[in-house]
């Protein structure tokens, strides 16, 4: 039985993703990804909205989004699959989040959107539209971070697959426009 729902805001949930730690939930939908924090204040015990209800404690959800601006450059693709940077024990914690947008990865900074001031507030919600939009040459299928001991370069480095290559983003140039 769940103990709380996620809000959709008016758009339908496509994919989740959760922390290694269960502290914040990734819900992916075709317009924007929704981060919330799972973790609440009851009295002087910190509670999970995994094992009690959050109700009216709930902390407000993070939208992301594109700008209007990469909106058109993306064609207005959906957002697929986003997730948080692979974590494999309680030492680490995610740092990034990626999803796919047609021929585009977009990667936020984990550790910024928690702390963000608003860029845009929607609804009440804060909106960070600070990320980076990595271009390919052809449409993205799926997009997957690397556990930190077989990546190259990067600690949370990013495979991309498309209908003819699999690739690691950190091992080469990203492509022009």
């Given amino acids: 039985m769940s103990k709380t729902n996620i809000p959709s805001l008016g758009a339908p949930i496509e994919h989740i993703d959760v922390t290694y730690d269960g502290r914040w939930v990734l819900a992916t939908t075709k317009a924007f990804l929704i981060v919330l924090k799972t973790i609440y204040k009851d009295g002087s015990r910190e509670l999970c909205g995994f094992t009690s209800r959050l109700g009216g404690r709930a ?12 909106r058109l450059r993306t064609n207005n693709a959906p957002f697929e699959k986003a997730r948080f940077s692979w974590v494999g024990d309680s030492s680490t914690k995610e740092r990034y989040i990626a999803a796919t947008c047609g021929r585009y990865t977009v990667q936020w900074n984990f550790r910024a959107v928690k702390i963000a001031k ?9 909106t960070v539209q600070k990320y980076a939009l990595i271009p390919k040459t052809e449409e993205i299928l799926d997009a997957a971070f690397m556990h930190n001991q077989n990546a190259l370069r990067s600690p949370n480095s990013l495979v991309v697959l498309t209908k003819q290559r699999v690739w690691n983003v950190d091992e080469e140039d990203e492509e022009d426009e």
């Fill in 59 to 70: 902390p407000k959800p993070r939208l992301l989004a594109l700008t209007p601006e990469d």
């Fill in 118 to 126: 608003p860029d845009i507030v929607t609804n009440g919600l804060t």
